[in-house]
């Protein structure tokens, strides 16, 4: 249901959507079983002609099981999201992974800067690909990245990946997803972080492998490039003839 208003685009996307529908399923059942209740008793129970009230001390079996009964039930549905959220959560955020290729992104007012790894597929090296509000990865393959921010806390969010990680400074924070498709998709900041949180937005860059190799190798080539040497300065001009 979700999948059709946001893409599933991660291999643990549906997982999340069924634990939301879980949730919302079973709180929305007691949610309308308890209001249909509240304004049967209303109406039924409403002031009439000649009617006197009654006290009721909360104490006999037959009004307690109205309230104990419900109880044990809903206790019950509370287990049950436990368990599929601890699940969704340790396969999620506990689980780490080997990675088919690492990047580090980096949150900064008001901006997502991203590092590669070139043809070593190693971090750090002198062959890394640095980009602005774009991110590259390839489809199918598991994608570990290192959330650093040099300011203030961020959060990394993918909607189509059900993503969303906070970015704390002084911390490099770890996590992983694994794409399903190719696309274009956002990358937005879901943590307030100052005037300009609005428009902190990237796109993320899903490729197949023969098309990912041809953006590193073309960005590789122009990080390369030498800079052009300087021309040189001017010869100082001769002392004029006194």
Request: hydrophobic share 45%; charged share 20%.
């Amino acid at each position: 249901m979700i999948s059709y208003a946001v893409e599933q685009v991660s291999t643990y996307a549906k997982d999340i959507d069924f634990l939301i529908l879980l949730i919302c399923g079973l709180v929305g059942f007691w949610f309308f079983v308890a209001e249909g209740v509240l304004f049967f008793l209303i109406f039924k129970y409403r002031a009439k002609e000649g009617g006197k009230a009654a006290y009721m001390d909360g104490t006999d079996p037959k009004h307690t099981r109205f309230i104990s009964w419900p109880h044990r039930f809903i206790l019950i549905c509370d287990v049950v999201i436990v368990v599929f959220a601890v699940k969704v959560w340790m396969g999620v955020k506990q689980t780490m992974p080997a990675p088919d290729q690492t990047v580090r992104v980096v949150a900064q007012q008001w901006s997502w800067s991203f590092q590669h790894p070139g043809p070593d597929n190693k971090l750090d090296t002198a062959d890394d690909i640095k980009t602005l509000d774009e991110l590259h990865v390839v489809v199918g393959q598991t994608v570990q990245f290192e959330l650093v921010s040099p300011d203030v806390i961020h959060s990394f969010s993918v909607p189509v990946f059900r993503l969303k990680q906070d970015v704390i400074p002084g911390r490099a924070i770890k996590g992983w997803f694994k794409t399903t498709q190719t696309g274009s998709y956002d990358i937005q900041c879901a943590e307030i972080c100052g005037i300009g949180h609005g428009a902190m937005v990237a796109r993320i860059v899903i490729e197949q492998p023969e098309r990912y190799a041809e953006w590193v190798a073309a960005n590789v080539a122009t990080a390369t490039v030498p800079p052009a040497p300087a021309a040189p300065a001017p010869a100082p001009a001769a002392p004029a003839p006194k």
